[in-house]
């Protein structure tokens, strides 16, 4: 770890906080009741030890293999892991090891080993359903449809290891943010009417965390705006 990397990262944490903050205060909310995750994929646990030194205390991954490999790294930290990514269901009980938090449970056959993963662990594990904010005509991307929400909600309400904290979801790249997120709230609404204390929101990336948090997110996932440009792919 070097100090210019420490002095990089230091300011654009900064910047982000800020625009959380001005964000928060223009849609008159609390900043607190808004959670910075850092999405760490692709940048090394060098990085995400820099991260918990600066005070932040949620990072997320994408990718199974990569974040066990982060999370046994940086053990001795005190940070809560988010799992972002899409889900194999022969994986998700192995994700259960190290996440506190699987924020992209869009389908059924991901509960059982899930909680199979919770029990096993003997610790509750935090849960958010992703929701698909692309058009009913679009071929099928991460995230369950509005209209078959409420059923995966119940399942994962149901069992035993599993605590139903809210919706995540991630604005389509053809649509503008502050659209899709309308839509995103909406759904919303209907959510909270059947489950009450799931009030997580976990919207917002690098680009669009303001509309994010314009409509109510409680959590925003920044990678970019905090670590720079990802080598490679995403
Ligand atoms: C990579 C990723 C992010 C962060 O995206 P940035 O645009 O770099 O902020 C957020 N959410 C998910 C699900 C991701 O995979």
New binding site residues.
């Given amino acids: 770890m070097t100090a210019e990397r420490e002095v990089e990262v230091a300011a654009s944490l900064a910047i982000v906080r800020q625009r959380i903050a001005r964000a928060a205060s223009a849609a008159g909310r609390d900043t607190d009741e808004i959670t910075l995750v850092v999405?760490t994929?692709y940048f090394p646990a060098s990085d995400v030890r820099l991260l918990a030194a600066l005070g932040v205390t949620d990072v997320?991954e994408?990718r199974h293999q990569e974040a066990v490999e982060k999370s046994e790294a940086c053990a001795d930290l005190d940070l809560r892991w988010h799992f972002?990514?899409g889900l194999q269901s022969n994986k998700a009980t192995a994700v259960t090891r190290y996440a506190d938090v699987v924020q992209?449970v869009d389908r059924l056959k991901l509960v059982a080993p899930l909680a199979r993963g919770a029990q096993e662990r003997g610790r509750a594990l935090d849960v958010a359903l992703q929701v698909s904010l692309d058009p009913p005509d679009r071929d099928h991307r991460a995230g369950v449809r509005p209209e078959e929400l409420s059923d995966l909600a119940a399942a994962v309400a149901s069992v035993d290891g599993l605590r139903l904290r809210g919706l995540m979801a991630?604005a389509p790249l053809d649509e503008r943010p502050a659209d899709a997120f309308d839509r995103l709230a909406g759904v919303r609404e209907g959510f909270l009417a059947e489950h009450p204390d799931a009030r997580w929101l976990s919207a917002g990336?690098?680009?669009d965390l303001e509309d994010a948090i314009t409509r109510g997110a409680t959590h925003v996932?920044?990678?970019?705006?905090v670590l720079g440009s990802?080598p490679g792919l995403?």
């Avoid at 996932?221 to 705006?225: D, L, W």
């Fill in positions: 999405v994929k997320a994408n972002v990514g992209s991630v990336m690098s680009a996932r920044i990678g970019s705006a990802r995403q």
